[in-house]
């Protein structure tokens, strides 16, 4: 019914001397985009840049990589579990809620030991624990030995760090990602 009118309409020609363009990329592109989108509004959030204003490792901006499981010597960004962060925050070495930047020095193999104040990992001397802070209250250190299955042993580049020496190896999934330094103050 309609194929007459519709062979009355003028016909669309592109302009002289050029060919009609497919429309499919541009809806393709669209498509992508809205996918692209949609994706980014329900993955989770996470920070790219870092300010570290704790002197456990040096102050500056750092960079996240959340891909990949972290390596010994990498830099990481770490959300301390729950007491961890209470004492963290009550003693006033971070800000409740704020994740903590320091250096892997043990993974999922390695044997893990604190012997009085000094910690080792695979029988190789890494750090030796303090009895009190920067303020003269008391810290008790991590005492035990093991390997680490899923998890990783944390210390900072300071030797007075609040660190791996006093609450022992967490979960690597405690781990948010790598952390590169940008910009040192």
């Known amino acids: 019914m309609l194929d007459p009118v519709i ?5 669309m020609s592109p302009l002289p001397g050029r060919a009609p363009r497919p429309r499919w990329p541009w809806a ?5 985009i809205g996918v692209a989108a949609c994706l980014f509004t329900l993955a989770p959030r996470v920070p790219l840049l870092l300010w570290n204003s704790s002197a456990s490792m040096p102050i500056g901006l750092y960079a996240l990589d959340a891909r990949g ?10 959300a301390f579990p729950g007491p961890v962060m209470e004492l963290a925050a009550s003693r006033g070495y971070l800000h409740a809620g704020v994740p903590a930047i320091k250096r892997v ?14 910690i080792f990992v695979n ?3 890494v750090a030796a624990a303090k009895s009190v802070d920067g303020w003269g209250r008391l810290l008790e250190a991590w005492q035990g030995c ?20 006093y609450f022992g190896p967490i ?9 590169r330094l940008l910009w040192r103050w």
Request: overall charge positive; hydrophobic content about 40%; proline content about 3%.
């Open 69 to 78: 499981a972290p390596k010994r010597g990498d830099i990481v960004v770490v």
């Open 28 to 32: 393709a592109t669209a498509g992508v």
């Open 146 to 165: 093991r390997r680490l299955g899923d998890e990783v042993l944390l210390l900072g580049d300071e030797r007075r760090s609040f660190d791996g020496r």
């Open 123 to 125: 029988d190789r001397f």
């Open 171 to 179: 979960a690597r999934a405690r781990v948010i990602g790598t952390a």
């Open 7 to 11: 062979n009355k309409l003028p016909a």
């Open 105 to 118: 020095a043990a993974v999922s193999g390695n044997l893990v030991c604190a012997r009085g104040q000094n």
